[in-house]
């Protein structure tokens, strides 16, 4: 080859300037995406976040009033003339509590003012002076100081959510409660306390009345049978499909339907337990026997997917060091792989009970969705439990139900959290790493 047919060297610089700028070029390319991703990333979790804080915050917004009510002191006298020692339970209490406040305007005489006035009073104002009196008949005769509530709109007017400076057509609270309650404010009777009924009583009609009691000890019961049959179940469930059954169609068959029924949607579930449980073989409405045995056949694929998840987890050389030393297969399974495959087995028990606890649509379709006002005292009583009473409160129309939907919402997402945080202390604290 000559030399005319040889590039220079000047000709080589160029074309390796030209490679060198050309992969700058990609390079700068490839980092500007990179970085756009990360960017998309990170504005991803932000938005997330956002919406998460936003949703807390409306939430607690409305819940923050709820637990509080306003409460009116009252100077009562229990005559021995309207309370008969041997008939105290039927006695007349709404007029003894009306005395008193009719007693501090004597300028409302017309009829049509007085039930005006009796209407600030909460009902539960003659079922905490008619218990007070059951509890203690020796106060027959005295004369006592008690707190009594006052109804949901004077509550409400009290914390703001009904404003006086409102037209009175656009309000649930005339002029004249309005003036009354100020008075009342004046004599230094209104006070605002922490709300104990929302914890410790029932579902009522009246929300001032209403509680989240009933549907938590529901919502207990109820989890006591999904646990109770979901748990024992799925772990032998687990147990047989991944370290005893064969690997032929029939397993295999088994646990495609395992996949699918943990994608059915839950309302199916309730569908089934209204069809069998209830209409077959006629156990009650509305009790957390059937709720829990509904939710148990919801829980049942998370607990086993989990639980196949976590033997598979364990590693090989466990199972073949036990039979090494003449373990059989149930002891190798039993005293080795399942204590070991048992952080992630409960892990996947408890996700799964905390998606059992905020299931509505199953419980709605077996009757759930009734009307409670007593405390259950067992699986079989009729019963609510909290994601149905949110339901019920939701729908409401006094004003007042909305901060009580809040609160219930509130102590909901608390329990949730809670097993969440509990799921995650237990995988963390019983994790081995092999």
């Excluded at 008193?100 to 009829?111: D, G, I, K, Y």
């Excluded at 104002?125 to 005295?142: E, F, H, T």
Aim: aromatic letters at 8%; charged letters at 20%; hydrophobic letters at 50%.
């Amino acid at each position: 080859m000559t030399s005319e047919t040889l590039p220079d060297s000047g000709t080589i610089r160029d074309r390796n300037s030209d490679k060198s700028a050309l992969v700058k070029a990609g390079l700068k390319r490839r980092y500007a995406a990179e970085r756009r991703f990360r960017a998309y990333g990170v504005a991803g979790i932000l938005f997330g976040l956002g919406c998460i804080l936003l949703l807390f915050y409306t939430i607690g917004s409305n819940a923050i009033p709820a637990f509080t009510q306003t409460m009116l002191r009252l100077d009562i006298t229990l005559d021995p003339q309207d309370i008969d020692p041997d008939a105290i339970s039927t006695a007349n209490y709404r007029k003894i509590v009306r005395q008193p406040v009719r007693a501090l305007f004597p300028e409302v005489t017309s009829r049509r003012d007085k039930r005006a006035l009796a209407a600030m009073l909460s009902p539960g104002a003659a079922y905490a002076v008619r218990q007070m009196v059951i509890d203690d008949p020796s106060l027959i005769g005295k004369r006592i100081s008690i707190l009594v509530p006052l109804s949901d709109d004077i509550d409400q007017l009290n914390k703001g959510a009904i404003k006086a400076s409102s037209d009175e057509t656009e309000r649930r609270v005339s002029n004249k409660q309005i003036a009354w309650f100020e008075r009342l404010q004046d004599f230094g009777l209104v006070e605002t306390v922490f709300n104990t009924t929302l914890f410790t009583a029932g579902d009522s009609r009246e929300p001032e009345l209403a509680g989240i009691w009933g549907a938590v000890v529901g919502s207990f019961f109820t989890m006591i049978v999904t646990l109770a049959l979901a748990f024992p179940i799925g772990v032998a469930s687990a147990v047989y499909l991944e370290e005893f059954a064969p690997k032929n169609k029939w397993t295999q068959v088994i646990e495609v339907n395992i996949n699918n029924l943990a994608a059915v949607p839950s309302i199916v579930f309730g569908l089934l337990g209204l069809a069998v449980y209830i209409n077959f073989f006629g156990l009650p409405r509305s009790a957390p026997l059937v709720g829990g045995m509904v939710l148990a056949l919801m829980t049942l694929p998370t607990i086993i997917i989990a639980g196949r998840a976590a033997l598979k987890a364990v590693p090989p050389s466990i199972r073949d060091a036990a039979r090494g030393l003449g373990a059989s297969p149930l002891q190798v399974t039993t005293h080795h792989v399942l204590p070991l495959a048992m952080p992630g087995i409960l892990t996947g028990t408890i996700i799964g009970m905390a998606q059992a606890l905020g299931e509505t649509a199953p419980l709605l379709m077996i009757g759930m969705v009734a009307f409670i006002v007593d405390i259950p005292g067992g699986v079989t009583d009729p019963a609510t439990v909290m994601p149905v009473q949110i339901y019920l409160w939701s729908d409401a129309p006094e004003r007042a139900f909305v901060e009580r939907t809040s609160a219930a919402i509130a102590v909901l997402l608390g329990f949730l959290i809670l097993m969440n945080t509990l799921a995650v202390f237990l995988r963390k604290k019983f994790e081995r790493k092999w």
